[in-house]
């Protein structure tokens, strides 16, 4: 007896990958403290946090991206 099969599923369409500077602008406007803050931390904290960065290059990520880096950010 002939078993009776499912046609072979279609591939998914391509999905379209953002660039570098769209997912790291995504990561850091994303980024949240590492602890539960109860009134925020300001962005380059959390951004320095996340990472691993000094409160410098915390900052320029920040301002690289339009975001304000004394913003205060909670979980």
């Known amino acids: ?16 990958m953002p660039s570098d500077d769209e997912l790291l602008l995504r990561a850091v406007a994303s980024a949240r403290p590492v602890r539960d803050v109860r009134h925020g931390v300001p ?3 959390a951004v320095m946090d996340t990472f691993g960065l000094g409160s ?4 320029a990520l ?6 304000d880096p004394d913003q205060k950010v909670r979980r």
């Open 43 to 45: 962005r380059w904290k």
């Open 1 to 16: 007896m002939k078993e009776d099969r499912l046609p072979p599923p279609k591939p998914w369409p391509p999905v379209a």
């Open 56 to 59: 410098t290059y915390a900052t």
């Open 62 to 67: 920040c301002q690289r991206y339009g975001l």
